[in-house]
């Protein structure tokens, strides 16, 4: 059988921004689940992983017009972002933050997948930090997450 050994490295060098984009997205699910939150370290990581992943097969397959998949991505992201979203009889709606860390994170396995590491390990590193912010500061609407 041959084996071309040429798609097999080329295949191995995408590992690393695949397993990359796992460990962040488990960090941020890790976060969630700390505070209780049902979207947690599976969800997030599958999410930065997905969306690394669909930014790679664009980049490498369709390297005239990357844009296309990567568009797709933020509207796919959009679409988990509704489902995590409820409103709860008087007490507002739930979910917006988990949301927006949903969208944040896509972008963050894009900017892992178009090898932006360091810019994708401190945006993960913003999120941690803006999660700590306390929910009842001025700006926070009593409907927030």
Excluded at 31 to 52: A, D, I, M, N, Q
Excluded at 61 to 79: E, K, L, M, T, Y
Excluded at 95 to 112: E, F
């Amino acid at each position: 059988m041959n084996f071309p050994i040429d798609s097999y490295l080329i295949d191995k060098a995408l590992l690393l921004p695949l397993i990359h984009a796992t460990i962040l997205g488990l960090i941020i699910g890790f976060e969630r689940e700390r505070v209780g939150k049902s979207v947690g370290k599976r969800t997030f990581s599958l999410v930065v992983l997905g969306s690394c992943l669909f930014t790679l097969i664009s980049v490498e397959v369709f390297p005239d017009n990357p844009v296309r998949i990567a568009s797709q991505i933020v509207s796919g992201i959009g679409f988990l972002g509704v489902g995590v979203i409820w409103r709860h009889k008087g007490k507002g709606v739930h979910g917006i933050t988990t949301a927006a860390d949903m969208w944040v994170s896509a972008a963050i396995g894009m900017a892992v997948a178009t090898r932006l590491y360091l810019t994708a390990t401190l945006t993960t590193l913003l999120i941690l930090l803006v999660l700590r912010i306390p929910k009842k500061s001025e700006e926070a609407e009593p409907e927030e997450d």
